[in-house]
């Protein structure tokens, strides 16, 4: 067979793997610029957004976004780590996101190809008006309802990608991060579900909540294989008094913790999006 059949049956078999992918388990996932057609994105992989996926834990329903490495349908037998990001607006797509910036999550992503780690991200969209209480895990303190948040993440999206996508499941390649109040419940849902989730990226979290009582949490000993990442910029409030309990609880500084200052750098979503690439490379390396 020529290079040009080899390469039209190779079309095909990406072709039915993406047919297959869009029509499973009853989640309606189309290509991202069908699902926004307005949108004008250029990205290596393929992004995949699902209108509307419902919460039974929230009781409501929110779109969510799939980012796919480069590659992706070319080789069928590869799985990927996978990293849950919060506040899913901002990550792609300057059209829906806070103040037109986007965290560039593909080229993010795509930057782990020279240690075969590229991710699969899922983009988990806040609710507008119930962000607050939402990533607040805390029902004490201005009625949170983080908890029933990140049960929504574990026991109903991760079984939902793992069961669609290439996903190597294992809580080791199950990362979740978020920065401000993403941060505080990416915390809180590795801390609750350290069983499922191995990593977690904590960007500027917003450890004030509820008194600090994130941090009462971070005392507890690191489960085995777990990793997290902090950071902050220099012009906000600092996490090193984080940083210094999970170190106290077990996490090695530059194996198991890493505890990062921006310099220069304030609560934006650029300066998050500048320390994403190192954020990503030491949770997934």
Not at 86 to 115: M, R
Not at 244 to 251: H, P, T, W
Request: charged share 20%; aromatic share 10%.
């Amino acid at each position: 067979m020529n290079e040009p059949a080899i390469r039209g049956v190779l079309c095909g078999m990406e072709s039915e793997m993406k047919e297959m992918v869009l029509t499973r388990n009853k989640i309606d996932w189309q290509p991202y610029d069908m699902a926004m057609p307005d949108s004008n994105l250029a990205l290596p992989g393929t992004l995949l957004m699902a209108r509307s996926v419902y919460s039974p834990q929230l009781r409501n329903h929110r779109p969510v976004v799939v980012y796919l490495p480069e590659g992706y349908w070319r080789n069928p037998l590869r799985q990927y780590p996978v990293v849950y990001m919060q506040d899913g607006q901002n990550l792609f797509d300057p059209a829906v996101s806070y103040a037109g910036v986007t965290w560039d999550v593909a080229a993010a992503a795509e930057s782990l190809a020279d240690i075969g780690r590229q991710p699969i991200v899922v983009g988990l969209y806040h609710g507008g008006r119930r962000r607050i209480r939402e990533y607040n895990p805390f029902a004490h303190w201005r009625n949170g309802r983080g908890a029933n948040y990140a049960r929504f993440v574990a026991e109903t999206v991760k079984p939902m990608i793992d069961a669609t996508f290439r996903t190597l499941p294992e809580r080791e390649h199950s990362a979740l991060l978020g920065s401000s109040m993403g941060g505080l419940i990416s915390l809180y849902t590795y801390y609750v579900y350290g069983e499922t989730f191995g990593r977690c990226g904590a960007m500027s979290p917003s450890l004030w909540v509820a008194g600090g009582a994130i941090l009462k949490m971070a005392p507890a000993p690191r489960p085995a294989g777990g990793r997290i990442y902090v950071d902050n910029g220099d012009q906000e409030p600092g996490a090193q008094r984080l940083a210094l309990l999970l170190e106290q609880a077990g996490y090695t500084p530059g194996r198991t913790l890493r505890y990062v200052v921006g310099a220069g750098e304030g609560h934006t979503e650029a300066a998050w999006a500048r320390r994403l690439p190192g954020a990503l490379r030491f949770l997934l390396s």
